[in-house]
């Protein structure tokens, strides 16, 4: 079976820094992209940002550019999210998506992870 293993939310000071992780198993990760999408209460779901492990090609949603960095370590089958400079309307259950064989929701869904932004 497909597992998507989010982890790395907390509980954050605006300004402040948090790493988000997804371990993939049961898939062929070189076939895949990863994706993070957020959902904060009363909001629609936004694409954050993805990663392809084919060509290592990434996408970032305009509200994190310059402060959110994908990367993928292979070997381990890992996707992370560092998320730097917080700010509160950051405050959403991340969710991470493995699709192939591009960037999309219509994939594998991890459980999310709450990260929460004080000001």
């Known amino acids: 079976d497909v597992q998507l293993q989010a982890s790395g939310g907390g509980l954050v000071q605006a300004g402040g820094s948090l790493r988000l992780s997804c371990a993939a198993s049961?898939?062929?990760?070189?076939?895949?992209?990863i994706g993070w999408f957020r959902q904060a209460p009363g909001k629609e779901r936004e694409g954050v940002s993805c990663i392809s492990s084919i060509d290592g090609s990434t996408y970032y949603a305009d509200s994190v550019k310059g402060r959110f960095t994908i990367s993928s370590d292979n070997a381990k089958n890992t996707v992370y999210l560092q998320m730097n400079s917080l700010k509160p309307e950051d405050t959403a259950v991340y969710y991470c998506v493995a699709a192939t064989p591009y960037c999309s929701q219509h994939g594998y869904w991890g459980q999310g992870t709450e990260v929460t932004v004080s000001s």
């Open positions: 049961g898939l062929i990760f070189d076939d895949y992209a």
